[in-house]
């Protein structure tokens, strides 16, 4: 069953891609703002939206599907779908996007696929069985210390906790080797699982931003928490993942700036 799930799923980012890859060298779509400047959506993220919905459900009619770009309703068993993960990357032509469908069954994380069209990076996990790159085991960094760490973070659409993102990565500037800002919550936990980067930190996201991401986390024997370093909750949008030898040093490091 988990084998036809990650093949449909595979299936479904890979159509998906490929029309990504289309409008992406052509620049031809429509843009229009959501909550605000930054938050953007695309006729692009709805079409392909529409074709991985139609894939999923077409094999698996009895599995509710819970996507960015529609009205949901929680179930304890669905599919969770970003169709594009990184608009505002897409939308100013820099190629750092993915499309994300995330396997949940009884609100456990099951089946993780992460696709970026542009580099042809298929990272695929189904629990049990380990984390892939295009059908090459990948396992978290051996980075013991948060010195040498290269981090992670993202800029949150409510600009009423800049102020504490900018305290948190001043920390971290401070207590790590650097700081990235992809703007792919998926990327950036796939980047965490194949040891490219060893931590990754962000609040306010959606659940389709990490539900495949923290399965292939997982998988990839990465430790994820929530921000408080309790237990991961996908319905609260925080995240803190990184390698074992250096989550609690981040942890440490993000408590020590919070203001909250």
């Not at 695309?42 to 770009?69: C, H, N, R, W, Y």
């Not at 949150?156 to 990235?180: F, H, M, T």
Request: proline share 3%; glycine share 8%.
């Amino acid at each position: 069953m988990y084998i036809r799930l990650k093949d449909t799923m595979i299936r479904a980012v890979e159509e998906a891609g490929a029309i990504l890859r289309d409008y992406f060298s052509t620049r031809d779509f429509k843009i229009t703002q959501k909550s605000m400047n930054a938050d953007l959506v695309t006729e692009v993220d709805k079409k392909v939206q529409d074709i991985v919905i139609g894939i999923l459900s077409g094999e698996f009619p009895d599995i509710s599907i819970v996507a960015e770009e529609k009205e949901n309703k929680k179930e304890a068993t669905a599919f969770y779908v970003d169709p594009l993960d990184g608009t505002l990357n897409f939308a100013h032509g820099f190629p750092v996007f993915s499309v994300s469908i995330g396997y949940w069954e009884n609100n456990e994380p099951k089946i993780g696929v992460v696709y970026n069209p542009i580099s042809h990076e298929m990272y695929w996990a189904i629990d049990g069985e380990g984390a892939y790159l295009n059908n090459m085991k990948i396992s978290v960094s051996s980075t013991s210390s948060l010195k040498n760490a290269l981090l992670a973070t993202g800029w949150p659409y409510n600009r009423d906790s800049i102020s504490l993102v900018v305290e948190y990565v001043k920390n971290a500037l401070n207590g790590a080797q650097e700081v990235r800002s992809l703007g792919s919550a998926a990327l950036e936990c796939c980047y965490v699982a194949r040891g490219a980067l060893d931590g990754y930190w962000e609040w306010g996201l959606c659940p389709w931003d990490l539900a495949a991401g923290v399965v292939i986390l997982k998988e990839a024997g990465a430790t994820v928490t929530g921000i408080e370093g309790d237990e991961f909750s996908l319905d609260r949008g925080d995240i803190v993942c990184a390698n074992p030898h250096i989550h609690e040093e981040l942890l440490s490091m993000l408590k020590s700036g919070d203001s909250r």
